[in-house]
């Protein structure tokens, strides 16, 4: 098994979701981003939820237009109440966030590049 870095944060899994009782179907399965129903390009990581006293997990999935909306709006948020960020220059989950919010800009990495 690989050690992860402390610091390493994964954004993405950081974004709250919708509930997935209150998503359509695709969107509940990961075929689909969860806030547009647009083609989902990044896993949000697997989510626990329960129904009916029993606890289930789920793989929500979102466009990149959608993650950088999500994250400029949870970065917003994070930055007010974070002690790292409003003493110092951020803490890791900021960073982390300050990425996914900016890659809407950037373009679209393809596999082998």
Same mark, same amino acid.
């Given at each position: 098994?690989?050690?992860?870095?402390?610091?390493?944060?994964?954004?993405?899994?950081?974004?709250?979701?919708?509930?997935?009782?209150?998503?359509?179907?695709?969107?509940?399965?990961?075929?689909?981003?969860?806030?547009?129903?647009?083609?989902?390009?990044?896993?949000?990581?697997?989510?626990?939820?329960? *129904?009916?006293?029993? =606890?289930?997990?789920? /793989?929500? %999935?979102?466009?990149?237009?959608?993650?950088? #909306?999500?994250? +400029? $709006?949870?970065?917003?948020?994070?930055?007010?109440?974070?002690?790292?960020?409003?003493? *110092?220059?951020?803490? =890791?989950?900021?960073? /982390?966030? %300050?990425?996914?919010?900016?890659?809407?800009? #950037?373009?679209? +990495? $393809?596999?082998?590049?």
């Amino acid at each position: 098994m690989t050690a992860v870095h402390p610091g390493y944060v994964r954004a993405p899994e950081l974004l709250p979701v919708p509930r997935p009782d209150q998503l359509h179907p695709e969107q509940a399965a990961g075929r689909a981003c969860v806030w547009c129903e647009g083609e989902p390009t990044i896993g949000l990581g697997t989510r626990l939820t329960t *129904r009916l006293s029993a =606890a289930n997990s789920w /793989a929500p %999935r979102t466009c990149q237009p959608c993650a950088a #909306r999500e994250a +400029r $709006r949870v970065l917003t948020i994070h930055v007010r109440s974070c002690y790292r960020c409003c003493v *110092r220059d951020g803490c =890791a989950d900021a960073r /982390a966030l %300050r990425r996914l919010a900016d890659s809407r800009s #950037r373009p679209e +990495r $393809r596999p082998g590049r």
